[in-house]
């Protein structure tokens, strides 16, 4: 059994910054990638980023310039989110692909106008 665990969510104004991550535990055979999603209310969840075991990245086209994904040791990845927009509001979730996917539970982040 895979459990990732998403910390680092809150509450921000406009401009701010907040920074998620994300540890998975637990059987794991090889991670592939980790990834970021998100789902806003009423909104179907999108890709946010993603982040090879190669360290290659790619971002979604309102994430560029602003988001930055990051490993940290095997298992863990971060979202680095810059100049936050009330419109980034959303539960973000992290994503493994090890090689079965597994998803954690979410983490709110607001942002206030």
């Known amino acids: 059994q895979v459990q990732l665990v998403e910390s680092g969510g809150g509450l921000v104004r406009t401009g701010g910054s907040l920074r998620l991550a994300c540890a998975a535990s637990?059987?794991?055979?090889?991670?592939?990638?980790f990834a970021w999603y998100r789902q806003a209310p009423g909104k179907q969840r999108e890709w946010v980023a993603q982040?090879?075991?190669?360290?290659?990245t790619e971002y979604a086209d309102f994430a560029k310039s602003r988001f930055i994904i990051s490993r940290g040791n095997a298992n863990t990845v971060y979202l680095q989110m810059n100049s936050l927009k009330p419109e980034d509001t959303a539960v973000y979730y992290c994503?493994?692909?090890?090689?079965?996917?597994?998803w954690g539970q979410g983490t709110q982040v607001t942002v206030s106008s």
């Open positions: 994503m493994v692909q090890d090689p079965q996917i597994y």
């Open positions: 637990g059987s794991l055979f090889g991670i592939n990638y």
């Open positions: 982040i090879t075991s190669g360290g290659l």
